[in-house]
């Protein structure tokens, strides 16, 4: 309680200026806005949708996210930054975006504004380059038709360092003294497993690459 009363003196609010979490969102809103208007561009300039979604895909969203490929990544180094920030489905920015904002809102509350957008990008290049690892290294798994694309690695190397940060920390105090942040984070590590079992074994790999990224940054900040 020490800690909820503590964070209620300085909050933070996404509206105020220097606030590194709504930046995250907004870059996250802005790309896949312009993703989606792309996609709308390409949907009506061709005969049939499976056309447009192909060339879609071989023309936008191959330069953004990460081939399996290495000798495909030689050519297009940049999208180990660029797929972290690009989502291509709804579902997938609004699951983003809802757990961004609100791991991200504890952690930059517990930390000020200066930790939450390095370790983003620290969780989405450590997500990038096991991604990478584990697409040439390990036998059976494909790396061409699943590349890696979303936040999802950036956003769970802030879920373990909020919850890492102040396991006991307590959301809505209103229901029976409040329920603790492990909870949430329990929830979310579930939701993101059931869905990334439906690719493979380098995407789920990524996610606890930014997991375990996450939890080494509290360690070593922690450590000062």
């Known amino acids: ?27 996250n809103a802005v790309v896949f806005i312009i993703i989606s208007f792309i996609k709308v561009v390409y949907y009506l300039g061709y005969e049939t949708p499976m056309e447009s979604q192909q060339n879609f895909h071989m023309q936008i969203t191959d330069w953004v996210s990460i081939p399996g490929n290495a000798d495909k990544l030689a050519t297009r180094p940049w999208t180990i930054l660029t797929y972290m920030f690009s989502h291509e489905s709804v579902w997938e920015i609004i699951g983003t975006a809802l757990w961004l904002w609100g791991f991200g809102y504890i952690f930059q509350d517990l930390t000020g504004n200066s930790k939450i957008f390095p370790l983003y990008i620290y969780g989405g290049l450590a997500g990038a ?11 059976g798994t494909n ?48 939701v993101d497993v059931a869905f990334v079992a439906g690719k493979n074994i380098s995407v789920a790999a990524a996610h606890t690459a930014g997991a375990i990224i996450g939890f080494i940054f509290i360690v070593q900040m922690n450590r000062g």
């Open 129 to 139: 380059v096991v991604f990478i690892l584990v697409s040439n290294l390990i036998p």
């Open 1 to 27: 309680m020490g800690v909820l009363q503590q964070n209620r003196k300085n909050p933070i609010l996404l509206g105020q200026d220097n606030n590194a979490l709504t930046w995250l969102l907004i870059i």
């Open 143 to 190: 790396t061409e038709s699943v590349p890696l694309l979303g936040g999802g690695a950036a956003v769970m190397a802030i879920a373990i360092a909020t919850t890492t940060t102040a396991p006991k920390y307590r959301i809505f105090p209103m229901i029976n003294g409040g329920i603790s942040i492990w909870i949430f984070t329990l929830v979310f590590v579930a």
